[in-house]
Every structure is written in C-alpha cells, then in structure tokens.
C-alpha cells in the first residue's frame, strides 16, 4: 500500500515538494461532507494543501483562528472530566468503580493504531472498558488519515461507543443546536473509522455518541447521548465520492500546483498571484454562503462568485428557486421582461415580482386608517398569559 | 420578491428598500446595550457598553472574566444602569378605561426598550437573564457566593424581555441587524446579513465605496497591528485581539493582582478596559447609525398598535414583580408553553396582516403569493339574500393581474375607509379575461389577466339598501385578501386549574412541589475555569 501510488504522487505534487502535508482531521471531513459538491476543498484537502496560506497568498485571507481562552477552557475542562483515571466520565457512562482503562502508549501513529485494535479486541466480554484518546485510521483517497477521538467505550453488550468532549454548555437540558451539529459530524467521521476496525462487518460501534459537556454554568459534566445516524449516512457518502478524487486531478491540466513556492524564510510566498489563482481556478468549485464558516478559501471563491455574478453567492436557497436562471444578470433581465422564456414558471414569477414592486415603491406610502383596536381587550402580555 | 430584490441590490450596488414604512417601533430614548463575552465560557462578559445617550454610554469592564466576585460586580453594574430606566418608566402610567370585559386598569405609558446589535447578542441577553436571576444575594445567610442585591431582579427583567422578543411584532427588546434586514434588502446572503458593519455598509455605503466592497472591509479589512479595522459586532470577540492584545494585558492584571501591587493593579485594569472600549466603541456607533437610518422612516399605522401590546407586557411584568412572585422557571409547565405558542401564533398572523396593509411592498408580497388581488371595479350587479329579510348581497367583478389561490367560497377581506373592521366577501368565480390585455402588458408590467367575482357578504349596514360608499363604483380601485386582517387566536385555553390532566405535563408540576429542575444551579469553586 505504500509503494507508489499514482495519486499519491499526484497529488504530493499538487502540494508542492517542499510543503509538508497538512493531515485531515475528523472537522475537516465534516466540513467537506457539508458541501459535497466541492471540488476544490476536495482535492485541496485530499492534497493536504494548506488552504489557509493560500487564502493568504491568493490576498483573500480568512478570518479563522481560536481564541486562546477558547482554547485553554476546552483542554482545562477535558482534564476534568479525565481527572483520576477518567472517573467523572465513568461515573456519567454508569460504569463507576468497574472499567478497564488500558494503557494505548505506543511508538509512531501505526503503533498506536494498532494497540488501538488490539484494546477493542482484548476488552473483556461483559464488562467496560474505556479507550482514553484511542488513534483511528481511516483511509482516504490513497492516503491515511489519522483520527483521534476523545474516548471510545466498550460496553458490557460489546458495543463501541465514541465519547466527544465539548466545553460549550449544557443549559437547562439544550445546547446551541449550531455546536452540538459541529460536533455530531465530527463524531460522526470517528465512528466510521471505528468500523473500519470492527471485523463483524462494523456492526459493533453505536451510531449514537456520548457528548460531554459543562452543565448550566458550571464545571460540573454532564453527558447526554446524540444519535449521528443522519451525519454518518453524509460523511460516508460523501468518503464514497472522495475516492474519486483521481477524476478530479484527472481533468486539471498538466502541471498544476498550488505549491507557494516559499522563500528563503520558509514563509514568505514567492509564487505570483496571477499563477496561483489560474492554478486554484483550474478546480470548480461551489461556492455557498455557508462556507464562509467552514473554508479558508471561502473568501476568495465568494469574489470569484460575485464576479461572475453567480446567484449562489446571495444563498443556497435562492438559488434552488430560481431554476435555470444562475447569474444575477439573467434573474435581472428576466424580471423586466428582455429575456427569458415567458412560460417558464420562475421567469413569470420574477416578472410579476417585478411589476408589483414597482408598483409598490411608486405608491407614495399611504398613512391607511387605523385600526380602531384600541378600546378592545387586549391581552395583558401577548406572551405568556397567566 | 426577496430574491428579485437581492439582484437589484447586487446590480445597484448598495441595499434596496425592503419596505415603504417603518415596520418597528422605536422609543425616544432607547437603551442600546453592546454586550461582549470571552471566548469559550458560558456567560462570562468580558464588557458592556450600555446607556440611552449616544454620547456617553457607560462602560462596564470586567478586567478578570474568569474571577466571579469581579462578573458580579458587572451584572451590579448593568443593573445600576438599567433598573433605574425601567423604574422610571414603571411609575408612569395611564389609566385604561374599562371595557365590557374588563376593568379598568393601570397602563404604563411608555415601556423602555432595549436595542442590542444583533440576534447572537439577544440570545447572550437570555443568557444572562437565565444565569443571574437565580442568584442568591447578600440577603441570604447561606448563600456560598453571594451577589449584591438587584442582580437577580435584573436577570428576571432581562429574562421577560428576552422571552417577549420571542413574539413576533414586540420591540420591547430588538437585534437591530433584524429590524435592519426587514427594512432593506442586500446583495449578499441572510447568513451574511448579521453582520452589523456589512448591513449598513450596504444599506448605506462609507464615502468612495459601495456596498460589496464597504462589507468586505467591515468583515476581514485589518489595520497594521492585524486587528480588525471594524471589530465583529459581539458578542464573541476577535480571536486575533484576543490572543494579541487582550490576553497579554489579562496577564498583566492577574500578575499585579496577585503581587499586591495597588497602582500597577490600577494601571493594568485601565489598560484593560481601554481595550475592551476599543472593541465596543465601534459597535455602540454603528447601533446608533442603523437606529437613525430607520428613524428617517415613516411609521406604520399599525406599529402603535403593536407597542401597545409590549406595554401591556411590560406592566405586566412589572406587576409580577411588585407582587412578589418568585423568577421564571427554568421550563416552562405544559399549559404555559402551551399558552405562549398560541399567543405568538396569533402575534404572527396579526403582524403578517398588519404588515400588507400599512405598506405597499408587503401587499405586493402577498399578491405575489396569491394570497390577495387588487384591481379596478368593472361591474356590480345588485343581489340581495334569500331570507325572510333579503339582506344586500351585491356581486362585484374586478379585472386584476393577480390570480388569487383559493377556491370559490373563501372568504375575502377588504379595508373599507373610515369603517371599524374589513368588509368580508366571498370569492364567487375567476375567470381569465380575453387575451389581447395580458399580451401587451409585457412591456411594462402585465395588465390585468384575471376575471374576479366576489359577493360582499358584510359591512353594509344593516338596511336593505346598502350604506353610503359601503359597495365599490364601477372604476374604482379596491384590493381584497384572502387572510383576516384582524386574526384573532383560536377558543381560550382553560385556566390551568382546569385542563385535563393528560395535557397539563407530568404529575406535579401544578402542585409547585420543586423537581429536580428546579434545584440550584451547581457551583463549582473554580466556576467557569
């Protein structure tokens, strides 16, 4: 499997010779599995390409990067939570007092994967054991990509469950839907790699994670279980499509790189600008507001986007309305009625848009009668009556 | 509608009018609130700007966000600030007259209303309604971290006004980047739109730029020391200020601090606070900014209407208050829950209705979505009711453009001048007119295409012949619609004494016995780190 491989090759090149690769983590997977269709964040990534210097580089830097608080609370809240031999996260998986903790130390990330395997095969029937941040390999696109989730536990009937630890709250029983969706398809990409593991066909890891979290306002953990049955079916259909990664190399022309060609320093990016954006176009990609969270990249695609007056740019959902009219030009000209095909449904819809709003913001606004509601009952907070 | 309007803006280059009339009420003097966090913790501000004078907001910094005496002492800062506002404006009020189903009763006159930048501060104004107004104050003997005494009153009121901002068409408490969006329209996505320093960069360009290129500044344009040039609206902060300026100078602080060292203290806690002013003073302008370009709207005629209601909420809440009831529960009980849903559902309808008839634009909307039609009379035809008394029935066809969605029978809706409630109708029959008009109305804008019967069923008067300007004259320019313009909710929900078990939630709840919700939050001695 390590011999050369054409498309890691390939794709080594894309990279450029002297750019290490940037391993793909579980966030990144299910970021890509957001926007399948993407094809430049498919390769970049597969690539290991790192986006966020050519963003730079391209002169549409991203605004991305972790708040050092951020970041200082998560690690200080996981260390709770594995304080003492993981006993909070015994306690809160009901396995108090009576798991195997197996020490997964090994040499190199090959070695650790394999203690991994052997931990989940020698977890003794019947009982807990808890996999305190196992290492998960998954194949991707002719590469491996290793995954480290916070804890896996086996659980007395067998079954692998993936544990994620998370600093946001837990308030009142409900989290911010936005987090705890971010996460589900992080986990998600472990339990796939866990099955991968699994020799009974990857029946044994749970398709429902543990999601750890502060409770109210507190350091007190809490967990609450998260069915990823949804995030799965995506990631693993959109893994499905990465292997088809060679394709897409496939249709670039001979030569492309999205090396940096970097400096002396090391840093400093010596390639032009006009050659490195030739280089990223040569890639389609699909561009939606979304991705302004989740890509480096986004910026400079949503430029390219609005350049071409693409209607994606102005979000997904106006864009399904609108049929077969994609730039912004044409929505336009179909509206005041010099293009477009008069029976297409979205073309009359627009044109009557168009002539009642003209007609609206020609009307002066008209102070119309008021409503002589006043002197009826009104409810003594429309909200929450007693 | 939203969408040709979005590819206007794009094509303009700047934001289009989303509406002809202010949709919003906006109080004389409101209170803008810019709250900031700190990254990573649940409800642990880093700062406030807050006040009703754009000059001279006061500054609330809290130099140490992990050290709990120093937060409290922040919410007993905001509550300094607030409580008096909306003290003052409980103790003025107005007598309502009574009603045939009601007594007479106390009204406040104004209610104060509190503007933050956008929905994420709204939900953060939630959050920290939810984390004080539990707190236990120095009243308490056992309380083990006691906070000064009107930090929970602050919460609960907090609280109210975040659960009131729930109903749709209450401006008690209001994200400008919503009331902004509702007003204009940009040429970029919603997602990007709650952005406060993007919006009005659209909405109203700075000097020598336009819209795109002004929002791409206010999201990712940088100053020399990489700071944003436009700081992100809050509550979450820069992550780059955070790790460049704010947690050195955190350091700082923490070091003087422990040292003992009182002047050093002093100069680092400033120094923190000069910081945190920095991030929020744009903000502050920028709220200030949006309020005037909405202020130079006309209002609706409904919108007082609507204000009404939030007063009624704020007296409402106000009276709890003064009675001694205890804070809100953390969930609501069934009946409540059920009660708040039914209430909004009826606050939507109304606004909806309200909306298409105190503007243009939101008429057009609906005439878009077939859920109204206006045109010109071009025929009455006198019918009168079959009946011992035949009451006036008259058939009225107008030629339209819209084709309404609904099958002869619906009811139909018409605001008559001067009258106290619509007119109602029934769609008789549609029917398309001869071809030749719809053809060349494709230049500019379709001519009328449709046929359209009703039979007036109401607002006639109660004599055989109808009232004076009661039935439209041939010519004449109506619009009917096909939803209620007064929606009124469904039958009342029983008392909460009287619903059925199997829908009043689990055993208990009614009997006020505390469950497991509502014990204590958990503390922990390092809470929040």
């Known amino acids: 499997m390590s011999t050369s491989h054409p498309l890691t090759e390939r794709l080594a090149a894309l990279r450029g010779p002297s750019t290490p690769q940037r391993p793909l983590d579980a966030r990144a997977l299910a970021a890509l599995a957001a926007n399948p269709g993407c094809r430049r964040r498919a390769l970049m990534d597969a690539a290991g390409v790192d986006k966020g210097a050519v963003a730079e580089a391209l002169g549409s830097p991203a605004r991305f990067g972790q708040s050092r608080f951020a970041f200082s609370r998560g690690h200080a809240f996981e260390a709770r939570v594995k304080a003492d031999g993981c006993a909070e996260l015994l306690r809160l998986l009901g396995a108090e007092g009576r798991a195997a903790v197996p020490d997964l130390g090994a040499p190199g990330p090959k070695g650790r994967v394999e203690r991994t395997r052997q931990a989940l095969a020698e977890a003794e029937p019947g009982g807990w054991t808890l996999l305190d941040h196992p290492l998960l390999a998954l194949e991707i696109a002719g ?101 088809r990664i060679s394709e897409i190399a496939d249709a670039l022309p001979e030569g492309t790189t999205f090396d940096l060609r970097p400096g002396p320093d090391g840093r400093t990016p010596t390639r032009p600008r006009e050659e490195l954006t030739a280089a990223v176009e040569a890639v389609p990609a699909v561009y939606a507001p979304e991705c302004l969270s989740t890509c480096e990249l986004a910026f400079h695609c949503r430029d390219r986007a609005r350049a071409a007056g693409r209607v994606e740019a102005l979000g997904r ?23 477009g095909d008069p029976t297409d449904p979205a073309v009359a819809a627009l044109r009557r848009a168009a002539a009642l709003r003209r007609e609206a913001l020609a009307a002066a606004p008209v102070v119309g009668p008021r409503a002589a509601a006043d002197d009826e009952p009104v409810p003594a907070h429309g909200g929450g009556a007693r | 509608m939203q969408t040709l309007a979005r590819a206007e803006a794009v094509a303009a280059g700047r934001a289009v009018p989303a509406a002809t009339v202010r949709h919003t009420h906006l109080g004389e003097r409101p209170v803008v609130l810019v709250p900031l966090t700190t990254a990573g913790e649940a409800g642990a501000p880093l700062g406030a700007m807050v006040g009703t004078d754009r000059d001279e907001p006061t500054l609330l910094v809290v130099p140490q966000p992990l050290d709990r005496e120093l937060r ?36 406040c006159a104004d209610a104060p209303q509190i503007v933050v930048p956008n929905t994420a501060a709204l939900e953060y104004v939630r959050l920290v309604g939810r984390s004080t107004r539990f707190l236990r104050t120095v009243e308490d003997p056992d309380a083990p971290h006691p906070v000064p005494v009107p930090v929970p009153l602050l919460g609960r009121w907090l609280t109210h006004y975040a659960e009131r901002a729930r109903t749709p068409g209450s401006a008690l408490l209001l994200a400008l980047t919503s009331v902004l969006t509702r007003h204009w329209t940009t040429g970029q996505s919603a997602m990007e739109d709650q952005h406060l320093g993007a919006l009005l960069a659209w909405i109203d360009p700075p000097a020598g730029l336009d819209g795109p290129a002004g929002a791409a500044r206010a999201q990712t344009g940088r100053g020399p020391d990489g700071l944003l040039l436009s700081p992100p609206a809050g509550p979450a902060t820069d992550p780059v200020f955070d790790n460049r300026v704010l947690a050195p100078a955190l350091t700082r602080y923490d070091r003087a601090r422990a040292a003992g060292d009182g002047p050093a203290t002093a100069g680092a806690e400033a120094e923190v606070r000069r910081l945190v002013a920095s991030q929020l003073r744009p903000t502050w302008d920028d709220v200030w900014r949006g309020l005037d370009l909405l202020r130079a709207l006309p209002e609706g005629g409904h919108v007082a209407e609507r204000w009404k209601r939030d007063r009624w909420s704020f007296t409402g809440h106000r009276d709890r208050v003064r009675a001694g009831e205890p804070p809100q529960p953390k969930r609501d009980d069934a009946v409540t829950a059920a009660q708040k849903l039914a209430g909004r559902e009826t606050a939507q309808a109304r606004l909806m209705a309200q909306e298409a008839l105190d503007d243009p634009l939101a008429m057009a909307a609906r005439r878009l979505g077939g859920e109204a039609f206006a045109g010109t009379v071009t025929g009455v035809e006198m019918a009168y009711s079959e009946g011992r008394r035949p009451m006036p029935r008259p058939l009225v066809t107008l030629a339209t453009p819209d084709l309404p969605q609904a099958e002869p029978g619906a009811k139909a809706y018409r605001a008559v001048p001067g009258a106290r409630s619509a007119q109602t109708a029934a769609l008789v029959s549609v029917l398309p007119l001869d071809a030749g008009g719809a053809e060349d109305g494709a230049g500019e804008g379709p001519g009328p295409a449709w046929s359209v019967t009703v039979r007036l069923t109401g607002g006639m008067g109660s ?67």
């Open chain 1, 317 to 339: 959902s106006l864009r399904g309305e609108l049929g077969g009219l994609t730039t912004v030009e044409a929505v336009l000209a179909a509206a005041h009625g010099t293009c």
């Open chain 2, 72 to 107: 409290f002492g922040f919410f007993a800062g905001l509550a300094s600030v607030l409580l008096p506002v909306l003290a003052e404006y409980a103790d003025d009020t107005e007598v309502e007259p009574a009603t045939r189903n009601r007594e007479e009763t106390e009204l």
């Open chain 1, 143 to 243: 590469s491996t990509v290793y995954l480290e989730p916070d804890a896996v536990a086996v659980a007395p009937d067998g079954r692998w469950t993936v544990v994620e630890i998370k600093s946001f709250p837990i308030l009142d029983g409900g989290a911010d839907a936005q987090k705890v969706g971010a996460a589900a398809r992080q986990a998600a990409v472990y339990v796939l790699a866990l099955a991968e593991l699994d020799e009974h066909g990857g029946s044994r890891p749970r398709p429902e994670i543990v999601l750890v979290c502060p409770r109210d306002f507190s350091n007190l953990p809490t967990a609450e279980r998260v069915d990823v049955r949804k995030q799965l079916a995506v990631t693993r259909r959109q893994l499905q499509r990465l292997t």
């Open chain 2, 463 to 529: 004599g055989r012949t109808p009232k004076e300007g009661s039935v439209p004259e041939p010519g004449a320019a109506v619009a009917f619609t096909l939803f209620e313009h007064d929606p009124r909710g469904g039958p009342a929900l029983p008392e909460a004494e009287l619903t059925p078990w199997t829908h009043g939630g689990p055993p208990g709840a009614a009997t006020g016995a505390p469950g497991p919700a509502d014990s204590p939050d958990p503390v922990t001695p390092e809470d929040y780190l």
